[in-house]
């Protein structure tokens, strides 16, 4: 039995698997669990990341407005399930105006660590995309640090503790439009601030063998800490000849250098099957930016924007998806 | 309270804003009020036009035949909602065989100014896209003018009466494909057939500060005369991934020279989000040609486009419109 | 009142017209037959061909696993809706190592012919996708004879008998990726190995005459032998702003130059309109590759996939769709 | 023998037609004759138009400067071999400042009619090409009139006289970059204010009978007028796998309805294969603009632009090139 | 020493080896030795095939004309150097109008066997590039046969003799444009007509260790036979920011199976390096079509194209391009 | 009169301003001054980068082989005009077997720096550029760092000391492919291990003001330190229809914040004139990847690639080129 090495979490969103699953994970089954209207001038609400916070659960959303700007907003829930997302974006503080250069905000992380809330996300910086950083202790007042990256990247993702003394982070490289490329990398700092040592972790793959991944791919929420590596779940994307698919995959990674990869699924985990993921305003999309644990059963919880649109809740555990992980890695 | 320059249309269709909309425009109940099926050998009827005719309705309707031609044709209705399309398209008679040369017509505008009905629409000469022009009485004669324009143009809009003495029309030059560009341009005409002084209105906005309009964007409806300028309902772009979505905006122009916009919603007015919008021969698309207007009330009906597939309408007033205009303008 | 050539099949799949069916071709009312689980790993089953087998069916079926790995599998049927699809791909066996080497299979067409089923399909040859034919007995052994074509191509369909003596084949030469082109022609072999007289059959209609097929067109199933000539069931494809749209057309070939084309349909016979069809891993496909018929009727079912994730049915008779193709020929 | 209808220009720069010149058209041995350095700042000096003026020429030049801005400068002549043209760009007066605006200027041509030069060009309107539209009768003061046409639009070039009463103007409908198509069109105009009645003259044409002109074609020197009708020499493109090859052709169109072509050349009559015209900042370009004419000898002298870079001038009779547009015509 | 397995060919034109030359093949010093006006109406004369003729040479000669059509011309020579071409394109005889459709001709080789000399050329079949096959035992009458294969195709080179009872054909499967793909394959048949047993021989190589050969490749001349295999010239293409860049390699085949490769260049033999190479219509391609071999000597002379302008000539050894070949081998 | 802060160097090479010279950087009159053939087995050398170095100077070297390998090789000479360079590539020794990763090298500076050599290349990391450093006391011993940056980077150029205490590097952020963007940014370290604080520093400019530039734009030589600022001079692209123009500019920055810019020329510096810069392996290029200056006269001598083939040499002062940029900058 594989553990997941992390603090119980009683309160974790769940339902058990229902008798005709396929695949290791399971939709939850009042999904979405929010809609377009997540906040007051929301056109869509998903790519979202949200943590166990003060005996509920506090988030930070992705609502593209009515206008399409792309913003982060912060959101409060008892359960887990039902989400009051403010109206307003949030304010950063930081060291000066450059560092608070910001010309759009999408697809955050949030990775508890040092007893700070740390924020992820792609921040627009000259209108470049690349990797904004920040932290926070609850939710209201943030502190912008240095991008972590130069252009172009998306999908920073940091690893939840320092692994050999040193801050960790995934990130795919990337280009400035819908970009038809992205392996992932790791990176290491001591600081948040500088980065370096700059390891190539994994990349498409573009033989017959697993096309859902043929595209691009990208980390999605923080690395999962488990008794045999870290236990990522990430997207993967295929270019069909009416646009992407975005499905979701796993992997295991070694536990000190978590550029090695132990084990990849060449089975996806999760694709866009269900209406609200295959109709909205991008077609065909799951894309998982969080997962909450439970160390005491082994539950994940898995939140993932459905078509660019709303957000959904799914579920597995440690011991499915690494079973599965290691069953349809490439052998 | 703001007014609409018009005559009552106390027969309007109408259905009161229901509690749960949001935005300024809601969508009648029964939509789509007009089915693939809209005559004999309909594949689609979409992006048309209506006038109050007749004490009833009269329009010209796109109608892509099971062969996806496009192309024509004339219909009538006693409430707007309920309408008999004829099976035949639109044969035209002109001066010259020159002039009547088309190879499709689509996207039809209807105008009525000096006791006749102004039909536009964008007319392929040579295969190439640029705007024809026509007049009827009776929706049963068609008499077909020199087309406005050199190629490439496209969603030609006439106002609704002369402006400082010249009729004025706005257009969208374009390519010869699926344009990923355009911007709104108005001219002059002393005649409808010489036209010049070409100037440009308003173009798409590239930042995160109103992206939905970030590829292109074309006049829809006839402009609506206000005591405070010219109301335009036009179409706006962006291109996701997985292709292009459709969105209604809305500005407010100076009466006297309609190119100078005086407001500008950032804020889109109606997206697509049912299923008749998200789903159909190209998805995401809600594509306006038509508005009918009540003095009296202020109210606005709109016709539009679903998905290239089917019609659909939706309800406004000019003071929810023009206020929501004016407070989600650029400040 | 034209006759099909062929045997009595009484045991057809089958539903009368309904009422309110537009078009010479209609669903069967049950849609889809199979869904995205057709076998133990399958993400999606479609664009697959059946035949009558020992009093039921046989058929060879395209089932993209939840790797999104292409490849081929039997399965069986008692009735021609509810099927029995293996869980393991099908092995070949083959003169040698190189006549085997296949790196993905999709498409299939099954053509009995000679007390032998001889299977078709888009073979991936060092990636690059080909024509692969082999033959079985019992749908459970396999003989891989060489690719018939150099690449790149797809959609290989031979006809039921030899025609002056020799085997013919239709196809359509492709590229590598998603060809944005597509013309059907036909080929000539005395031994199904060696392969010459290339003639071009018909290419696309660019005009607005029948956009639905301007962008490539290709053969659906097995040709249909009539006392009037081949009858042709294909596919047509035109590009929108969002995508291809797949359609099925149908035409007349001369029985013994059947590169020679008496009838073309400009209408589509079947689009996409159903969620099913319109909604899934490719959004707007419908793509036929195989039809059962009645000798005795003129019962035509028309087997298709949806949306490149499910497999719908479809009924016509030899008198609807003969009629259809040349009232709405081109003049 | 063909006969122009114009002054007699005694100066006109002339070589005869050396021995071993092949084809309809023939070099100045002493090509270029202006260098990048035409003016202070130039980087290259290239399309640009000159007509007799005052006993020598006058003319209006293209000159690149050094940051790569495109401008026209005034230049002059006593031999229209040597020429002076100004360090400033020419600085145009108008009715209001909307008239006046300019981003860009290039490729202009000049027209002598009702005792004005006529200068035409691409004018840059909002960064978008359109045709810019001067007169001056000193080439010291100009006045600037409207842009003839919305965008996008190139290569501008008027008839010499008034036709039926109206000015007429050819011109290339475009896009927005390097347009990889290309028409000429006829438009007509009372007052060179107002603009319709738009033709289509003549296209590309894509086989292998003349693939020289296959990507895209432009009017170039003001049509010279002959009693068989307008001579008219423009530019074909043509794409290789290294870009566009620019050659010029020649025809003869009607002399009272210009849109109609009575000869065409489908050989080219000049195409780049001297280092000048193959090396540059464009390689691989002839670019006529201008044509100077002699009614006494039917001489033509015609300037074009080298290779983005460089202006070189060309000989020919109109004896010479009627009967060679004649001979390859199109039968 | 290596050895040419062919008659002696004493008056091959030849050159002795330079000082100062690099590599293995060097250039004959009165390059090009046919320039532009290799005909009447020729515009460029380029990629053409010679071989040994009555005690000369004959040839077969790519002509494009000055309206830039491509067509075959023959041609004839003392002494390979010096060159009368015909001023009227080859006319075939054939079986029936079908196989003698031809929109354009290009890039010819020839191949001397069975007492024929066998033209093999890209030939324009309904517009889609394929290879034509026609045979001549005098240069003056032809015999169109069928195309070999389907559309698209390019650079068919026979092989010199039957290879195991069979007639061999190497050929590079493109698309219908400027191709960025191109691998080389060999088929089989057993009398020019019917064709198959497609073997995949080698391909483009993407990294650094061979760049030049990363786009595409194709065959030139018909192969050498040697004592140690087929010696196979051909030419590899890289794309540069600026285009297409081609040059040519060698390879040694099995004697028997000769899509089985021994050893391969990876450095070029020769690139384009002189003004007659890198300036012209496509700047910087060298393109071999021909060689001639003295079986006494080992001398080899190459017959290439240059810039897609004029035509080259150089030289090498049997035994000199034998030990490059196997000296820069992929190890 | 401006002072560079640097070393005198008195045999730096040098010729002095010509007469008819235009601009403020004049070419060596001997160019180039090192040839397709610099080393054994090169087919090109060119983009290198020379420093002083025992009273004589030291270079590392763009070789790209005959395979079109592309890498870097070491080179000495006595006068900085005649080179003898290695015949093999640059090994380098380093921490570990993934910091020694390289598929390729190319584009090399050099920056002498606390008594070390450094090298900064565009290094191929899994095939994905990004930047490589290096360091050798003596131009035979090589340590290799750890990369700079995450791909996709290329042409890191280092400030030659300290600023505030840190390294600071410029670089600009690119694709995977011919780049169609690119801005310049400068990032800060400690260690030349870890970076961060990346701050942008200028980007393309669009208009017609300098449409050189308009493209993409990235550093060249290691910044001249001077008592007004950095001079910086960096190769700029403009985008013609037959591909892209590299040429000189400069910029003056900030001394202590560099990614604050001065003055920026608008008019560009050299472009490609001269057949050696013209014609190429890739035409129409001038690339500066170094620059040696004499602080006791205020002299320097760029050494710069010409068409991706050959190297040249261009000298200006100090005192030019500041007066040259500030004058023409942006007002």
């Known amino acids: 039995m594989a553990k997941i090495i992390a603090a119980a979490l009683p309160n974790i969103p769940w339902q058990d698997r229902p008798q005709n699953a396929r695949g290791p994970v399971w939709r939850y089954s009042a999904n979405p669990i929010i809609g377009r209207d997540g906040n007051k001038r929301s056109n869509s609400v998903f790519n979202s990341a949200v943590v166990p916070y003060q005996g509920g659960f506090a988030g930070i959303f992705r609502c593209d407005s009515r206008s399409i700007s792309m913003d982060l907003f912060a959101g409060f829930s008892d359960d887990g399930l039902h989400w009051k997302i403010d109206d307003e974006p949030i304010q950063m503080q930081g060291a000066d105006a450059e560092v608070l250069k910001v010309d759009y905000r999408y697809d955050p992380r949030v990775c508890f660590m040092d007893g700070r809330y740390y924020v992820s996300w792609c921040n627009g910086y000259h209108n470049m995309p690349t990797i904004g950083l920040a932290y926070t202790h609850d939710f209201r007042t943030f502190t912008q640090l240095e991008n972590a ?71 999605g929420p923080i690395p999962i800490e488990t008794d045999e590596g870290w236990l990522l779940i990430y997207h993967g994307v295929i270019t069909t000849c009416n646009g992407f698919v975005y499905r979701m995959g796993s992997a295991l990674l070694d536990i000190d250098e978590p ?11 999760l694709g866009p099957t269900e209406l609200y993921e295959c109709v909205g305003d991008v077609p065909n999309v799951v894309f998982p930016c969080a997962a909450l644990t439970d160390g005491a059963t082994g539950r994940i919880a898995i939140y993932y924007g459905c078509a660019d649109t709303v957000t959904g809740l799914a579920f597995t555990t440690v011991d499915e998806l690494l079973s599965f992980t290691k069953e349809f890695s490439r052998r």
Do not use: C
């Open 149 to 219: 990256f130069l252009p172009f990247n998306r999908n920073g993702v940091l690893f939840p503790r320092r692994i050999g003394g040193v801050y960790m982070m995934m990130s795919r490289p990337s280009d400035n439009g819908h970009t038809p490329f992205g392996d992932i990398f790791v990176s290491q700092s001591p600081d948040l601030e500088l980065w370096g040592r700059h390891r190539y972790m994994m990349g498409t793959i573009k033989s017959n063998e697993s096309a859902w991944q043929s595209t691009k791919i990208g980390p």
């Open 259 to 269: 550029w090695k990869v132990k084990y990849r699924s060449l089975d996806y985990i």
